[in-house]
DNA sequence: CGCCGAGTTGAACTGAATCAAGAAACGTGG
DNA sequence: CCACGTTTCTTGATTCAGTTCAACTCGGCG
């Protein structure tokens, strides 16, 4: 079920699933290839099924990591897509992958013509809340080495299909800092 | 009106803020007060109308401040109360207050009653997640200097109402560097 | 008056950034 | 299949922001 990884399945109903799909559109994408470009309102909530997808900004000169999507999660811009203004991430495919998305509209109508659709949207909320409450509190308490380590454990697939200035910026660090985390054990 | 800083105004129904006030609890309380307490599940969302709350939790030998609550804004141990976990957070007054809030079950039930409202609840997590996720960015690439301007820029008064160490926690540093950043301008 | 919490200041230390140079791996075209 | 350029990764030397630890000041307040 591709919404596993999303903590839904137990609280949502089969009829939603039915509609949810029926909007949905499938396609197969090469690596490189860009979901979501920066500087236009992101129209879309992709589901992966096969691959790996990251969105990424730009600050200053560099190129900065803020979420991964492997298979069966989800990914979007999605302060755009809540806020209806303009990103300032890029999502791109790090490998051919195939994926699903619904447009906003699409989205925004199922909530309007079935209100109690909001439940999930708020579930899902609320898991994404969760997740990013962590994410601060590793920033503020764990040292780059401790949380590359609680990357590695949740995600162990990363360290050998992401480039390493990849994971750093996500951690928070640089590249050369990570790399003597990896040379030291 | 009380939800002005949730940023939910207009995008709300007039009845829902009848069902939601009858549902609530009013109360004067003084400084100190601890409106929720560790190490159990959370059952009140809280609003603020006069005075000022923190959230508060123990990392080692240390108090941390993760939010405070002025004025027009909300608090609650919010993953406990999303998740019905038992809660690492204190809640406490820092000023004599007044407040209303409003228990878990309530709230669920006038979810269940009136699921259209849901909307609501996935609007105010979506307020949430814009703030959280700039807080993240504020930990990952602003010095302790900047965190410290754009917080007393953002709140201007939480300067003269709280302490030095609790501000220091809240934006991940040390009450001794706070306290030099203050020294020198 | 003496204590206590809050804030300040100094000195030494440290984790991570920065800058710079190489080494390895990768892929593209001849 | 090799050669070359590009991108990715590693390693070293230096610097710096912020921590830690410790001592000291200041303003209440019982």
Redesign the pocket.
């Given at each position: 079920m591709i919404f596993d990884n999303l903590n839904l399945s137990d609280q949502i109903s089969a009829d939603f699933f039915d509609d949810f799909s029926k909007l949905m559109t499938f396609q197969e994408l090469p690596s490189k290839h860009l979901l979501h470009c920066e500087g236009t309102i992101c129209n879309h909530f992709f589901i992966i099924h096969k691959g790996l997808a990251r969105a990424y900004y730009h600050k200053d000169t560099?190129d900065i990591t803020a979420h991964f999507a492997i298979e069966k999660t989800s990914i979007t811009a999605i302060d755009s897509f809540i806020q209806r203004k303009k990103s300032r991430y890029n999502i791109e495919l790090l490998e051919d992958s195939s994926l699903s998305y619904i447009n906003y509209d699409d989205w925004k109508k199922l909530l309007e013509d079935k209100p109690h659709y909001e439940k999930y949207a708020r579930i899902f909320l609320e898991n994404i809340y969760i997740d990013i409450a962590e994410r601060i509190e590793d920033l503020l308490f764990?040292?780059?080495?401790?949380?590359y380590e609680k990357l590695t454990h949740k995600f162990p697939s990363l360290q050998q299909r992401?480039?390493?200035?990849?994971?750093?910026s996500y951690i928070?660090?640089?590249?050369?800092?990570?790399?003597?985390?990896?040379?030291?054990k």
């Open positions: 560099k764990y040292s780059a080495k401790e949380r992401v480039n390493l200035g990849h994971i750093a928070g660090i640089t590249q050369e800092t990570l790399s003597r985390i990896r040379a030291k």
